[in-house]
């Protein structure tokens, strides 16, 4: 049996003229297949229909279906009790062949200019930090009516990084909306049953009464009532994120601004045919102002501080003052920063670090004790010292091995490290390991010999005075030399 375009070739060849020898050759076919077909219409096989075990049912299937809304399953059941041996399988495709699933219809919902925002978290993966892996997260919020989009990324979905992207977002968009539509998220509402009211989180609610907007949660598995969210993450997915070599995560936020600036925020919008950047012109107007107050939105933890004064959060350990150490204290984490109380006085502060089994250390925090421990204040400044670099484990190697009192040289050279800085005495190690000179005195004569300024070389003056460029000598005098004969006797 040939395919409809095999026959179109050979009808072809016999309008060229072609014998079926000739065809046979062309089109790699046998010619006896070639004389067949080439004066015969075409017509595909007919296979013969494999008869089913369903057959003698399917009336049935379609009375039961017609007068009760049941289910595969319980048409299966019914056709057991008829006598019907065949599984399930084909019975749920014959259901499903006579009774479409219906698809459900929505509406389209409208809103006015400043009535309702939408917003969203999306997920792309992971992302390394430090020796770490952090699930990449991304907050969306849309303006319903001009479809501005804000899009902020981050490195966890907790309170703190809601309420500060909404912030964030407010600040972009020019102002708040009278509504905020969100989903079931677990920042925002706290229990949501279905035919009930939700229970929103209180500290969300503070929020909201603080920057004077209602919130409304979807319906239960009702993602699709705010359908323009759930598409803006879509599109940051595929538009900006698909394809790319991420930045570092520092670096991420800044290209997605530019993005939103020259991209997303420009593009004719599919459904309102407009730019969002010029809708969002339209809509400013009608947004409420940004309150001026800023919202504290540090999430409150509880911790102890261990015996050596840290407190872990997330995998890492922040420092405390040493008299804290066993203390119960109460932790405040920002986004970008962890502050530790106790009874309400801030006793310290700390960048947030968002990779694993780090440790943020305050040097102040431990001067106290140092001061009571001589061993310790010892150890720590060879703590210090080692974790300065490579060449400092190196030298302080040579120092033991050359030197009688090796922590004096290395609380010397730390001395010079407060005066004139990591880089320089960095370098001066480096340099004394190379010529293997291992003192603290060679290393404060590196740093001082490379910081002594020299004296500046004096400019060179041309004269430029035309009375010393003039200047008339007298000829020589001659007669003080006796003059020789000229025939070359001598005188």
Known sequence: MIDYATWCAIRDGAARHLTPAQ???????????????????????QTARRASQLDPFKGRIVRWLEAHPLSAQQVFQRLGEEGFAGGI????????????????????????PGECAQADWGEFGTLAVGSAQRRLSFFVMVLAY??????????????????GAQINAFNAFGGVPKKVMIDNLRCGVVQHRRGEPPVFNPRYLDFARHYGFEIVACNVCRGNEKGRAERGVGYVKHNFLQGRELPEFAALNSAAALWLETVANVRVHGETHRRPVDLWTEERAFLQAVNPRPFDVGRVLTARADRQFRVT???????????????PVVLKAYPDRLCVYREEQLIARHARCFDRHQEQADPDHAKPLLAQRRHARAQHALTRFLALSAEARAYHAGLLERRAHADAHVQKILALLEIHGEAPVL?????????????????????????????????????????????????????????????????
Not at 317 to 324: G, L
């Open 23 to 45: 065809l046979a050759e062309e089109l790699g076919l046998d010619i006896k297949t070639v004389r067949r077909w080439i004066d015969r219409p075409y017509a595909p096989r």
């Open 89 to 112: 399988s084909i019975v749920k495709d014959y259901v499903r062949l006579v009774r479409p699933r219906p698809r459900e219809a929505f509406l389209t919902l409208s809103f006015a």
């Open 146 to 163: 001009s479809r501005q989009l804000y899009v902020e990324f981050s490195l966890a979905q907790t309170m703190e990084f809601f309420l």
């Open 313 to 327: 959060f997330e995998g890492n350990r922040y420092s405390v003052p040493a008299r804290f150490a066993g203390c």
């Open 427 to 491: 370098r001066a190690i480096a340099d004394a390991l190379a010529f293997q000179a291992f003192s603290s005195e060679y290393i404060a004569h590196l740093v001082e010999a490379r910081q002594r300024q020299l004296p500046e070389a004096s400019p060179l003056h041309l004269t430029r005075r035309q009375d010393l460029l003039d200047l008339e000598l007298p000829p020589p005098d001659l007669s003080r030399y006796p003059v020789p004969p000229l025939d070359g006797s001598p005188s």
